[in-house]
């Protein structure tokens, strides 16, 4: 809404709100009004009201709110009149955006105070179920920054950032979102997750380094993935992020110091990863059955018998024909092939 | 929170509105009394009160937009609709010119007066420049040009010193003949004008620009 340049008060041709289309005459009327018309004030607060109102209504879902949003958008937008410029293709337009933007920063700025009022007053309660007001208001809304610049420019930064914001992992693009889009702090956002508040912080650091790195404009050539970049699309250079690094990457894992975000989860450890399965603790995935304190025994002659083959065992104990996995494969293929005829004749008797 | 933001917009417009009459009070005043300072410095004519009825209604008229119509409107005190400003500038224009140019523009035997001479034309050009040219120094200074965000309002400011210069001329003038007062009333009339509202444009954009 404001340009940060010169402090102007812009409105664009894109009207906002319900009811798409601006009544006509706005222009005329906002032009005789700055000039000091008080009818023309009139004619312009009959004309916008209505649609402030249900547009604050919708909002903020509270009728009383909603009348003393609009009488303060009112009172804000004629204290703000002299920095009213348009730029756009449609001055009636430009005219209703330029109030709609006033009522939705100020809805934003209430429902925000409403947010930290109710925590203030019940600091301890989960508000999972609640419904966050903050996340209802619709994201097509032209921000300061989207009305500065053109839709369609602004289309494409909020594509690039909603592709950049898909890659990111889970945990970290929740992070981000109830950070930036829902304004709650680093201490909100770790009572919420019920993680520590310095987790909070270390996925944030996280994820916004990467976004940095992902929404740089694009560079002549990209020396990470060591080929030519003359294109407009700065996701290309998505080798960036985990695999960005200062330093040459090492070619063997024991001796990184740190693994690569995306292998974190199982594998994640601050020492390096033994490669001899037998020196490891069992990962979670193979906790269970195998899931023993000491490890696991090379040979199978020195360890217990599973369930499964002790059953076995019993039933072969049973018969005259030795079971095969009582003695093992390796025991089958060791005997002579006439000597396993033999043994594969019942009537035979005894073990090959 | 039962706060009426229409009543106290309506109310402070109405301040604003209070307070720019004051501050261009001393101002008008001083533009009227430059015409007035000017006759009786140069003299009224003789004929005045021999001139027809209708010439001087017209006159009066021109008195009354140059005055106080065009004024409020180039200010910002009045806010007629766009109808209302286009008759307006058509009336302006049409009384201008037939108070310039007199009564011989539609009567040819209507008495001239004084013989027509080189310098009485430079004598009139003068004194509507001149007196133009006051009022327009009391605009630029009292900061009139730059009341309205667009600059049609300068031009209706211009438009009121043009024709403060053409009547004061007139009220002056005995020669009626369309020889003398085309070229000497009604054209430095139209120079004024454009004089003036090219000053007004350019103050009114400077002033702007440092408000």
Do not use: C, D, E, M
């Given at each position: 809404m404001t340009s940060p340049g010169t402090g102007r008060t812009i409105g664009t041709g894109r009207a906002s709100g319900p009811g798409r289309g601006a009544p006509p005459g706005l222009h005329a009327l906002m032009d005789r009004y700055l000039d000091g018309d008080a009818r023309a004030f009139a004619a312009l607060h009959a004309a916008l009201v209505p649609r402030l109102t249900a547009f604050l209504v919708h909002l903020v879902r509270d009728t009383a709110a909603a009348d003393d949003l609009v009488q303060a958008t009112w009172l804000k937008a004629h204290l703000a009149r002299a920095r009213f410029q348009v730029q756009g293709t449609s001055p009636d337009g430009a005219v209703q955006a330029w109030y709609f933007t006033i009522a939705r920063n100020l809805a934003v700025d209430w429902l925000r105070a409403q947010v930290r009022e109710r925590r203030r007053r019940e600091p301890g309660a989960g508000d999972a179920d609640d419904r966050d007001p903050l996340a209802e208001i619709p994201s097509d809304l032209p921000t300061a920054e989207e009305l500065e610049i053109g839709e369609a420019e602004a289309q494409e930064i909020t594509s690039r950032i909603r592709d950049a914001l898909a890659q990111l992992p889970a945990g970290q693009r929740e992070i981000v979102e109830l950070h930036k889009?829902?304004?709650?702090s680093m201490a909100e956002i770790a009572a919420r997750l019920r993680i520590r508040e310095g987790a909070v912080r270390v996925r944030a650091h996280r994820a916004y380094k990467a976004l940095a790195q992902w929404l740089t404009p694009p560079c002549e050539s990209c020396s990470c993935c060591s080929r030519e970049v003359g294109h407009d699309d700065a996701l290309s250079c998505r080798r960036r992020g985990s695999r960005s690094r200062r330093e040459p990457r090492s070619r063997h894992r024991s001796c990184r110091r740190e693994p690569c975000p995306r292998r974190r989860g199982f594998g994640s450890r601050r020492e390096p990863r033994s490669r001899h399965r037998s020196c490891r603790e069992p990962s979670p995935r193979h906790r269970g059955s195998r899931s023993r304190r000491e490890p696991r025994l090379h040979h199978r002659s020195c360890r217990e018998p599973s369930p499964r083959q002790r059953e076995s065992r019993s039933n072969a104990a049973g018969r005259d024909r030795p079971h095969p996995h009582a003695l093992g494969s390796r025991a089958i293929l060791r005997t002579h092939p006439d000597e396993r005829a033999g043994a594969r004749d019942p009537a035979s008797g005894g073990r090959a | 929170m039962t706060i009426d933001a229409k009543a106290l917009i309506a109310d402070d417009l109405g301040e604003r509105r209070r307070e720019r009459l004051q501050h261009f009070r001393p101002a008008w005043l001083l533009a009227v009394a430059i015409p007035v300072v000017g006759l009786l410095a140069t003299g009224a004519r003789d004929d005045f009160w021999a001139q027809p009825t209708w010439i001087l209604v017209l006159q009066a008229l021109v008195w009354g937009l140059a005055l106080f119509a065009l004024p409020a409107l180039g200010l910002g005190l009045w806010f007629p609709g766009r109808a209302a400003r286009v008759v307006l500038g058509l009336v302006a224009a049409a009384v201008a010119v037939a108070v310039a140019a007199g009564p011989a523009l539609f009567d040819r035997s209507y008495p001239t007066g004084l013989e027509d001479h080189p310098i009485y034309q430079f004598g009139c050009a003068s004194l509507t420049l001149g007196a133009g040219a006051l009022v327009l120094a009391v605009c630029a200074l009292s900061g009139?040009?730059?009341?309205?965000?667009?600059s049609a309002g300068a031009l209706w400011l211009a438009a009121a010193i043009a024709l403060i210069g053409i009547d004061t001329t007139t009220w002056h003038c005995v020669i009626t003949g369309l020889d003398h007062t085309l070229p000497s009333h009604l054209g430095a009339g139209v120079l004024m004008l454009l004089a003036a509202g090219l000053v007004g444009a350019v103050l009114h954009r400077r002033q702007r620009q440092a408000g």
């Open positions: 889009f829902q304004g709650l | 009139a040009f730059a009341q309205r965000r667009r």
